[in-house]
């Protein structure tokens, strides 16, 4: 990580990025515990913002548009951060240290959670202030630290593999794949087809980001591994998890995943196959109502993601609502939290963006099943989902994966020794 000292002096260009002014870093003047690490007083009302990544879909701001004619007095503003993951995080952190109050309510990735309590950067949250027993048992799992509340699920997310039906059934195929070795297969027949010339097999996201760091997971996850065991010690030095690496490495080499395919995030991902270039894509559900508006419409469909026996295992993914510690009106932001992570908003989000929903009627509900064909397999896939490791350095961590498993993709590193080379660096990571 870099030192608290370093991100402090980045912090004039995060807030100026964010269309802020300096003189927000370490304000306090909201008669409501604001700059004081880990408060629980949830008082003040007035102004708040709301901070996520970049909003692809054009669903949240009508969704906070709702908010703000209802509350004129306490209106919420959008900060959006960058797509990349990692980039949200840093300028996320670069916030909190300085006990900027410029950030309220943090849109985080469910896997930051334990780094972020952690560190006093975010509240523990009132007991009962959420619906939990309605949600889905592993989104709600994300949103605590050590037995405590410190986040209010909003989405959840499972990855999904998205295939060209169309192709498909043209090449005599029934049904989508459930291993590796079967989507192999069945895109080798499918680019035997004119229509498929110039087709690539798959992609997923292997850019040198925290996508990397899903995707190797999962391989690792569907190949019988595990990145870290239940105690949460590292153990990817294993047969099994050189087997889910080789499986992506291999892809490379051979050509089932394009050598463009390394610069990939999800966006990249989603205009390949919209614009049919892959015939199979690893991607979460916000792409399913995308994908419907492009030259793709009604010639695909998701299916689970494939391992190396049998079905794969997706990393958890999702996003939850968390307060920063430093903030003003907090009172305010606690209403805007049950509000935008109320099931009425998730069922929005699910229709006018296909998120996955933390409530479990949502996905049992036939009606929307029927509108929303993907659900149930969305369901199973967040609910077979493996979380990546929840570790107070997680920083620390999803950096050493990336740089391991990008090594063995862009083959500088046999998957053995990056794997070798990762248990030693996650051993250290987690010590700390």
Known sequence: MKTTTARALRCSAALAAAGLLLAACGSS????????????????????????????????????????????????????LPTDADAQRQQMIQNAETKSDAY????????????????QWIDRLPDGSFPLDKMLKPVVETAKYRGGLYAAPASSDG??????????????????????????????????????????????????YEG???????????????????????????PEATKGLDFLAGSFRDGTIPKEGITYQEEDGRQAFQAGKLVFLRNWPYMY?????????????????????????????????ALSSFAKNKATALDFMKFYSGETTAKTFLEKASLAPPYAALYDDPSLSRQYPYLPVLKQS???????????QYGDVTSAVQQEAYAALTGTKSSAQALKDLQRELLKATAQ
């Open 289 to 321: 109502a995308l994908a419907g508006k492009s030259e793709v419409a009604g010639k695909y469909a998701v299916a689970p993601l494939p391992g190396l026996n049998g079905p794969g295992a997706s990393s958890l993914g999702g996003h939850n609502l």
């Open 159 to 208: 990855g999904l593999l998205y295939y060209r039906t169309d192709l498909l059934k043209h090449a005599g195929v029934t049904k989508p794949p459930t291993t590796w070795a079967e989507m192999k297969a069945d895109c080798a027949k499918v680019k035997k087809l004119p229509e498929a010339k110039g087709m690539s097999c798959y992609a997923g996201q292997f850019q040198k």
């Open 29 to 80: 003047d909201d008669g409501g515990a604001a700059g004081k690490s880990g408060s629980t007083s949830f008082t003040g009302r007035g102004p708040i913002t709301y901070v996520a990544g970049k909003d692809t879909t054009g669903a949240v701001q009508p969704v906070l548009d709702q908010w703000n004619k209802l509350h004129p007095k306490e209106k919420v503003t959008f900060i959006q």
């Open 382 to 392: 967040i609910l077979r989902a493996v979380p990546r490791p929840r570790v107070v």
């Open 104 to 119: 309220t309510v943090l849109s985080l990735d469910v896997v930051w959670t334990s780094e972020f309590a952690a560190h």
């Open 212 to 238: 990397l760091t899903v995707n190797f997971s999962e391989a690792v996850n569907s190949a019988g591994g595990s990145v870290t065991d239940a105690n949460g010690k590292p153990d990817v030095d294993t």
